[in-house]
């Protein structure tokens, strides 16, 4: 007698046997992805914890629902018990696909915004001192340095920078193959003519020097234009340590940070590098911002000095006055101490940013927008034009925003005003609504090498933790310092005289007052700053 079989193929009770297998082998898999989730948002530490529970109840209730498409039966009109039908299982499998994938992505998410958060909160122990160019006339046929065997080569006395020439010189020799002896000149202005003038074929500079040299009084020989940069030697305190050459002392890092600076008020620096690589170099620093943080009275002040503010430099033993923007070509240590100075204030933490990551930080928070209260066209970068009125740009066209002086009477004044607006625009947008949370990661992974901050991991996780948790609307004031232009020596470019603006004591003075009056727990008006 033959066995009847089914005429879909298994029984029924190994099929359900089988399903109820990888059922829970599905289940097991989104409790895993879950946990991994929940992990790494606990591990990067910037998500209040209501909102983990929030989220974990999520993922609990999704859970509840697979179990119960995956497990519970229905019975049938004559009180038999059935399985799950075929649209259930369908279900099922595609929510735990679908939220498998989703927590493996918020937990990668978290995991990179982690990871990134570390690197740029880490400031390398022995950091790029200067950058130092071998430089060609434009039209020279030499293309790179090996090509410059046999040339005639040319330095610039500085004190200060003579261990970093001496390093390159002894570089470039090796590479070229031959011992290199250089005709000094006394300023940077000289030795750039002797360049163009054919004196000498190829020059060794710092490179934040070659960068004023067409700023200097009297000067006519189109720098930028008419020299090539073929050669960078970067300069390290491995290096000098290597030839043992002695390196000049800097200025140490006196600033102190607060306990908690999500009760405590503190002032951060911030630094816009004028380089444009994908990596900070040390360099002049066009933007000068005190941001004087209150988080008790969500109080917000922003001080703006002038990028050619005429103050000491703190490397000079004898107090010799410089450019403040020149003051970052000898680290970030030495700006923050000349502004501390000037405005007899302690700075508890810096940040860095060159062009590159000031373009990509604005278009990664998708633009900003603020009103501009004067029209003009640049006159820095033809064809770009910003009318009068609310405006949204994105960075390339922020950037060119931001360092337009040209188009103004009042250049460097009205520059860092429209500084600070974008500021203001960059905060605003920062702590309001979710985008910036939803692309925190992309956000800080493009910024990677292109900003540095000396506050350390856990108080950025903190701070962002703290807007989240309240999503408190800041109060934002702006207040710049003025001053006069006029020619003078300074410390970097001895021997020449460069554009500066000599301070107006009066609105430093002002400056003061504001500052002690944010830490203190005043809250500011519009007429404050005025």
């Not at 920078?161 to 300023?187: H, Q, R």
């Not at 630094?271 to 040390?282: E, I």
């Not at 405005?343 to 278009?363: A, K, P, S, V």
């Not at 970097?492 to 009056?517: C, H, N």
């Amino acid at each position: 007698m033959k066995k009847s079989v089914q005429s879909n193929g298994a029984p029924p009770q190994r099929k359900k046997s089988a399903w109820k297998i990888f059922g829970l082998i599905m289940l097991l898999a989104q409790i895993g992805c879950d946990l991994f989730a929940l992990f790494q948002l606990k591990r990067l530490n910037m998500l209040p914890g209501k909102y983990l529970a929030m989220i974990g109840v999520f993922f609990l209730a999704v859970l509840i629902l697979e179990f119960a498409l995956i497990f519970v039966g229905r019975k049938t009109k004559d009180g038999r018990k059935k399985g799950p039908g075929i649209g259930r299982k369908i279900i099922a499998v595609i929510l735990v696909i679908v939220f498998c994938a989703t927590s493996i992505y918020v937990g990668d998410v978290a995991s990179k915004a982690d990871r990134t958060v570390d690197a740029i909160t880490t400031v390398e122990t022995s950091p790029i001192r200067a950058v130092i160019g071998v430089y060609v006339k434009a039209d020279d046929p030499a293309q790179q340095l090996s090509d410059c065997k046999g040339y005639s080569f040319g330095t610039m006395h500085s004190e200060y920078d003579s261990a970093y020439t001496m390093a390159t010189v002894n570089e470039v020799g090796e590479i070229i193959g031959e011992t290199l002896s250089p005709t000094e000149f006394e300023s940077g202005e000289e030795l750039a003519t002797a360049l163009l003038s054919g004196q000498t074929k190829a020059i060794i500079m710092n490179e934040s020097y070659a960068a004023m040299i067409d700023e200097t009084e009297g000067f006519t020989g189109d720098f930028a234009n008419n020299a090539r940069l073929i050669y960078e030697c970067d300069i390290t305190d491995e290096k000098l340590a290597t030839l043992g050459i002695d390196a000049p002392d800097v200025i140490e890092d006196s600033s102190e940070g607060v306990e908690d600076l999500t009760a405590e008020p503190f002032i951060l620096y911030i630094s816009g590098n004028d380089t444009r690589s994908r990596l900070l170099k040390v360099s002049r620093s066009d933007v000068n911002i005190l941001m004087v943080v209150n988080p008790a009275t969500k109080q917000i002040l922003l001080i703006n000095t002038p990028r050619d503010y005429y103050i000491p430099n703190p490397v000079s033993s004898s107090g010799t006055k410089d450019k403040l923007t020149h003051l970052a070509n000898y680290g970030v240590d030495c700006s923050i101490q000349g502004l501390e100075t000037l405005y007899d204030c302690d700075i508890n933490y810096y940040c860095q940013l060159n062009f590159t990551g000031f373009e990509t930080l604005i278009d990664d928070i998708g633009g900003i927008s603020f009103y501009n209260p004067v029209g003009f066209n640049s006159g820095n970068v033809r064809g770009y034009s910003f009318s009068k009125g609310d405006i949204t740009l994105d960075g390339e066209e922020a950037l060119v925003y931001a360092r337009e002086r040209y188009a103004f009477a009042d250049g460097d004044n009205m520059r860092g005003q429209n500084q600070m607006r974008i500021i203001k625009a960059i905060i605003a947008k920062m702590t309001s609504g979710t985008s910036v949370l939803t692309n925190y990661s992309t956000i800080m992974e493009d910024m990677t090498g292109m900003f540095i901050t000396d506050f350390t991991s856990e108080e950025i996780q903190d701070l962002v933790r703290m807007q989240l948790d309240d999503m408190s609307e800041w109060n934002v004031q702006s207040y710049a310092v003025t001053g006069t232009g006029g020619y003078a020596i300074t410390y970097s470019m001895r021997g020449t005289k460069l554009y500066v603006m000599y301070p107006d004591q009066a609105s430093v003075d002002r400056a003061e007052e504001l500052i002690d009056a944010v830490i203190s727990g005043q809250t500011l008006t519009e007429e404050d700053v005025k």
